[in-house]
Nanobody, 124 residues
C-alpha cells in the first residue's frame, strides 16, 4: 500500500524559506514520478514541481529559480526547498506519485497517490 506523508509546512514572512518533506512508503515502480502540487480555495490543484526516476525535474513558471525538488532515496523522502517565498505561494501543498509516466507532469488527474497536505502561509 502506497502512503505519502508531508511535513514542514508553516508560516513565514515574505522572502523567507521553508523545506517541505514527503515520506514515501510502499511506492515501487519501474518508472516512478513524484511531484508537488498546491491547492488554493476555489481553484484546482496546480503542479509546482516534479521529479522522475532519471533525475529530470520540471517546475511551474512562477517557482522557477526559487523552488527545488529533490529526493533522498536512502530515506525514501521527497523534498521541496522553497526560497524567496511570496504571499502568492500561500496554499495547501501536497506531494503525489503516479504509476505511469504519461501525459503532462502537472496534470493532477494523472497522479494515483496523494498525501494529506501541509499548509504554507506567507505573510507580507
Amino acid at each position: 500500500q502506497v502512503k505519502l506523508v508531508e511535513s514542514g509546512g508553516g508560516s513565514v514572512q515574505a522572502g523567507g524559506s521553508l523545506r517541505l518533506s514527503c515520506a514515501v512508503y510502499g511506492y515501487t515502480y519501474s518508472n516512478p514520478c513524484l511531484g508537488w502540487f498546491v491547492h488554493r480555495p476555489v481553484k484546482e490543484r496546480e503542479g509546482v514541481a516534479s521529479l522522475n526516476s532519471d533525475g529530470n525535474t520540471r517546475y511551474a513558471d512562477p517557482v522557477k529559480g526559487r523552488f527545488t525538488i529533490s529526493q533522498d532515496n536512502a530515506k525514501n523522502t521527497l523534498y521541496l526547498q522553497m526560497n524567496s517565498l511570496r504571499p502568492e505561494d500561500t496554499a495547501l501543498y501536497y506531494c503525489a506519485a503516479r504509476r505511469l509516466r504519461i501525459g503532462s507532469w502537472s496534470d493532477f488527474n494523472l497522479y494515483n497517490y496523494w498525501g494529506q497536505g501541509t499548509q504554507v502561509t506567507v505573510s507580507s
